[in-house]
């Protein structure tokens, strides 16, 4: 189902700034800060031959998978978890926020080479277990029999493992998603916001996603960003002024004694967009991925990414036109 509220909302402009005059930072702060949220994910990976799966937590530096086990609940506990920024865009509790922080991705070809040798040892590891189980069941013919059956499933594995290619092994990224609202305090686990992952864009350039929240409800009194009206939308211009609300760095810099704040920062663009993309200097850190970047009036311009290597003061936004382009999309 394609999101026809949220797309009707952005695209027809019926939420407005309610003041059309340039804001400075602590104004903007103060109008759209509640409708930014830190976004948590805990994820894991699995991979599929047939119908034997294992899960693993992530890769180490040789591309080999981490964590591995066959047991999902145990995975859970060892998962990975990453942290984005994403605001609210619509009433009924969608967000959005990049691709890369719903759906953390790896290098499936490589994984899937020593995904391979995973498998092969876990299969013989079965294998041996099995064997052992059936033999402490001499006499019970049924029991063996079932012990056989699975053992046979392994074994098959086992032999035929070094024949598959990586387009044999399926991987996929389970994620689960959580926010935590601006200026809220989070002391239990009821305290996070549970949210359903509902439209990730397939183009490489348009690193978008939406959430949305599992109550499908943006609280009362949350601010909803915009876009431009198409017909008054204009390109942005070297030196225009924006400004950036995130939660750099996550849970370290937001988590204070009043609560999680994000925080605001002010830069300038400092480049002409090629369409795709948008440079401005405007300071990050891992965290501020998903975050919303505005100009004076309050506008949402573009969606942070992505910084530039080896700066904190320079950063890549997608555009609003790419934004409009994956609402209509989906």
């Not at 922080?101 to 079965?126: G, M, Y």
């Not at 001499?138 to 070094?162: C, F, H, M, P, R």
């Not at 909803?224 to 070297?238: Q, R």
């Not at 002010?266 to 795709?276: A, L, N, P, Y």
């Amino acid at each position: 189902m394609k999101l026809f509220k949220t797309t009707a909302v952005l695209l027809m402009a019926i939420f407005t700034i309610s003041c059309q005059k340039k804001m400075n930072s602590e104004e903007i702060y103060s109008l759209e800060s509640s409708g930014v949220v830190l976004i948590v994910n805990d994820y894991y990976y699995s991979a599929k031959v047939n119908s034997l799966e294992i899960f693993f937590s992530g890769v180490d530096e040789d591309g080999d998978p981490t964590d591995v086990t066959t047991d999902e609940d145990e995975i859970k506990e060892n998962c990975f978890e990453c942290t984005g920024t994403g605001f609210f865009i619509s009433s009924d509790g969608q967000i959005m926020t990049n691709r890369h922080v719903v759906n953390p991705k790896i290098d499936e070809d490589e994984v899937s080479k020593s995904i391979r040798k995973t498998f092969k040892e876990l299969f013989k590891e079965k294998k041996d277990k099995l064997a052992k189980e059936w033999a402490q069941h001499e006499g019970d013919v049924n029991t063996q029999n079932e012990i056989y059956q699975d053992w046979d499933l392994y074994n098959k594995a086992y032999e035929s493992i070094d024949e598959m290619s990586a387009d044999d092994i399926e991987i996929t990224t389970h994620a689960d998603l959580y926010i935590v609202y601006n200026n809220s305090h989070v002391v239990k686990a009821e305290d996070l916001k549970p949210c359903v992952t509902v439209a990730v864009s397939e183009e490489d350039i348009i690193d978008l996603a939406i959430i949305q929240l599992k109550d499908n409800e943006t609280p009362e009194g949350v601010y909803i960003f915009s876009l431009y009206p198409e017909e008054k939308e204009k390109e942005l211009t070297l030196d225009q002024r924006l400004f950036m609300i995130s939660f750099n760095a996550g849970t370290k810099i937001a988590k204070t004694k009043q609560g999680f704040r994000s925080q605001i920062y002010g830069g300038h663009v400092t480049q002409r967009s090629d369409g795709e993309q948008i440079l401005y200097s405007i300071a990050s850190l891992q965290g501020s991925s998903g975050s919303p970047v505005v100009d004076e009036y309050g506008y949402l311009v573009a969606v942070n990414y992505a910084k530039v290597s080896g700066t904190q003061g320079f950063n890549y936004g997608i555009p609003s036109r790419l934004v409009r382009q994956f609402l209509k999309d989906y």
